[in-house]
């Protein structure tokens, strides 16, 4: 027992003279130019040499960098910009008070990797090079990768090849509000099954009498971009449904629009209504702060027109803070009808005059029309929304009793996160390529807004209900229902919940003793 104590500790005692330790390389582990400052002029290249504590075995640290070498390609190609090794050696320009880095030949008895079709960036250039040289500068102190180190360079690329190839592809989103159809399994925007709807979806808008119905059947699971405004302006009632007399309804509602604006308008700062206008001009700024065509003075404009209009008209509600978001929808998709690229960036000063108007007075009539329906929403205390909340806590304890306790047990209150959802028709929680695809279904719902609504915020929630049991007090719960990651949500997320929500529809609608047991 004590000859076995002795040379453990002899093993272990790196001060001790004649303890073994392993050599692993000059630099352990590779130098990351974006964690250290470039090197001092110094004759010592040992000075570099940095010394990793815990593991104890070069397999133990193998393991435990594994995942360093899993960098985002763009933050490498800004860090390194290292470009694909040739035969001969290739060497990066130099500059100042940078290291500099030289890649060199790779040995005969090293395979090279195979480099990813979708992988751009340092990478793949690591699967391709056995060595890596750091030059200081003005010193001119090499410090040179042994052959260890080469060794983990390969088995770590090689790892991550494997984890790279086992995720699916996802197409990129952007992160705030394309308008143009993308589905999340990166589809063709335009399949023959699109192609033969969107000539059906013609053929139903150019007959002499449309038929609504079928619009509404077809525009369920969705309207292709193309005829969404003029489908809009139709399933929201805004416009007849008789071809001949359309033109006539548009220059009629367009001109009562404006004639309101000239007869309403300049009482925004008179008394009566100077806190209706101020809370509206609070607000408009915080309308999807991250899409820039919000933010323009022009757009910002027309919406406290839009609003403060609607709020003199509708004085048993007036202004409540959620509406603004109901109109971004509405201007958005109408706006596209004359914008080819991406509608978020548009400049709106661009367009014309006549194009600019007709665009407000036509989201501020489907706005009314749609507001028509959820008023309750609105009056006083919002009895609507109280309603629906208590609603949908009645039909969640139903279909998901688990989650429901749990809610119980963190003393989270349904108001306190479903409020949001019924106010702003859970416009705060998709991103507005989401709600779009989502009012086209409301839009064909007989009562979309006002009652399938309900359905939809129930299967939401059950969407998340392994998220939901994993918190386990009332803060981070809260914060998870208040911030739920749908930003790279598409089209297929979007059917998959409604799709779930109308099987809910089905089940409980026309069976209101479901909800209680």
Not at 147 to 167: G, Y
Not at 189 to 214: G, I, W, Y
Not at 509 to 516: L, Q
Request: aromatic share 10%.
């Amino acid at each position: 027992m004590a000859t076995d104590n002795r040379i453990h500790f002899w093993r272990r005692n790196a001060k001790v003279p004649g303890s073994l330790q392993p050599v692993y390389g000059a630099q352990h582990p590779p130098l990351d130019p974006r964690r250290h400052r470039p090197f001092k002029d110094t004759p010592k290249a040992s000075s570099v040499n940095t010394k990793s504590k815990k593991p104890s075995t070069f397999h133990e640290f193998a393991r435990s960098t594994n995942d360093a070498w899993d960098i985002d390609d763009e933050e490498d190609d800004g860090m390194f910009g290292l470009k694909q090794p040739s035969s001969s050696p290739v060497q990066s320009r130099p500059t100042p008070q940078t290291p500099r880095l030289k890649l060199f030949k790779a040995p005969e008895d090293t395979e090279p990797q195979p480099r990813p079709l979708d992988r751009q960036g340092p990478i793949s250039t690591e699967l391709n090079q056995d060595e890596l040289a750091v030059e200081s500068g003005p010193a001119n102190g090499r410090v040179v990768k042994s052959c260890s180190d080469a060794q983990l360079n390969v088995s770590a690329a090689r790892n991550i090849l494997q984890k790279q190839q086992s995720l699916p592809v996802r197409p990129v989103i952007p992160l705030v509000a394309r308008i143009s159809d993308q589905n999340a399994s990166g589809a063709p925007p335009m399949a023959v099954r699109e192609k033969t709807r969107l000539d059906k979806f013609k053929q139903l808008l150019a007959s002499p009498n449309t038929d609504l119905e079928e619009l509404r059947k077809h525009s369920w699971s969705g309207i292709p971009r193309e005829v969404r405004p003029i489908t809009w302006r139709l399933l929201s009632g805004y416009l007849p449904a008789n071809k001949e007399r359309r033109d006539l309804v548009l220059q009629r509602k367009r001109e009562e629009y404006f004639g309101f604006i000239e007869q309403y308008y300049h009482s925004r700062t008179d008394e009566n209504h100077r806190d209706t206008y101020r809370q509206i001009h609070i607000d408009i700024p915080r309308t999807n702060p991250l899409i820039p065509l919000f933010q323009q003075p022009l757009v910002q404009e027309v919406f406290e027109r839009i609003l403060f209009i609607w709020a003199i008209r509708h004085p048993a509600s007036g202004y409540v803070q959620g509406i603004n978001d109901l109109v971004t929808p509405f201007f958005v998709v109408f706006l596209s009808e004359f914008v080819e690229e991406d509608v978020e960036n548009f400049e709106m000063a661009s367009l014309p005059l006549d194009t600019q108007r007709n665009i407000e007075a036509d989201s501020f009539w489907c706005m009314s029309k749609l507001l028509d329906g959820i008023q309750d929403n609105y009056t006083f205390a919002q009895p609507g929304i109280q309603i629906k909340v208590k609603a949908l806590e009645e039909l969640v304890s139903r279909i998901d009793e688990d989650v429901h306790v749990h809610f119980q047990k963190c003393e989270v209150e349904y108001l306190q996160f479903a409020f949001r959802w019924m106010n702003n028709l859970l416009m705060r929680e998709l991103p507005l390529r989401c709600t779009i695809r989502l009012w086209d279904t409301y839009q064909a719902e007989s009562e979309g807004f006002s009652h399938f609504h309900l359905y939809v915020c129930a299967a939401f929630l059950i969407k998340w209900r392994k998220e939901i049991l994993s918190m386990v007090d009332f803060q981070s719960l809260l914060i998870l229902l208040q911030n739920l990651p749908t930003i790279h949500w598409g089209n297929e997320e979007v059917g998959l919940l409604l799709a779930e929500a109308y099987r809910l529809k089905y089940m409980f609608a026309d069976a209101p003793s479901h909800y209680k047991r």
